[in-house]
């Protein structure tokens, strides 16, 4: 049996990160096994502590306690600071990184290949909080975090020059070069409420879901815009907790395109 490790969230039942690990396991020969633990809403912490103390080595950490796993480390990585929301988690030294961030811009910079100054980010909960700090470094001149409550955009876009906050019904009419929708509406078959138009060609539209057509990609398709889903980000994301775990860093593109193939 090899090393454990596991995605922790509620719910995780349909993840793909099990298959993502094993197949970077195997192309790399680390002994490892990665499972899946639904956390109760109210049970993360001791979930988190009873899989370490079972010799867990380990977790990733998804929706809805990214928040939870920032508060629960005892040390940070920058990037998982100025995000202040945790996706991995190295038990043996109690530290948290994000490597969501790392993951978009990878996915939008080597796989996607396509530039970006004005990214409108839809959502404002811990996957949009993983990745402003990534969008800005990675070449964004501005962005714009739209948010159902509009109170939780602000405040994340307080925190980085080069972002400002905005409800759905006040976006402007600008052309965007990338919307992001880092908001869970695709997986209740929902979209976030956008203007009329705001969707076009010429701009990439890239949904954090992956392996549906979410009601956001199906009306971007029709408006003429490039699309693409999250699977990419989800693949980036996993070989950067994968390096952190292992100091290993494995190939993501055959496993992107065996998954993109299945
Ligand atoms: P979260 O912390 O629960 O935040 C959910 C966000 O979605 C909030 O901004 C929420 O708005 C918004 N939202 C939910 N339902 C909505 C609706 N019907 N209309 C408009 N907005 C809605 O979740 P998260 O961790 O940020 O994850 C968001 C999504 O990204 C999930 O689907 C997750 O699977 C995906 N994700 C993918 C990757 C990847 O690697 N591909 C990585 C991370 C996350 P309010 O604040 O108003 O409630």
Redesign the pocket.
Known sequence: MGDRYALIGNPVAHSQSPRIHAEFARATSQPLEYGLIEAPLDGFAAAVEHFRAAGGKGLNV???F??EAFALCRHVSERARVAQ?V?TLVLETGSGDNT?GV??ARDLAQNLKVEFTTVLL?????????VVGALLEAGAERVVIA???VS?ASALAARFPGASACAYDALPGEAFDLVIN???????D????LPPGLLRSGMLAYD???GRETPFLAAAKRAGARTC???G??V??AAESFFLWRGVRPQTRPVLEKLRGA
């Open positions: 998804t929706l809805p990214k928040q929301a996706n969501d993951g978009l839809l959502g404002a909960g811990g996957a949009a909080q993983g948010n159902r409550t939780k880092a908001t869970s509406a695709g997986l209740s929902q979209a976030p409420p954090m879901v992956y889903d999250g699977l980000m989800l980036e994301q």
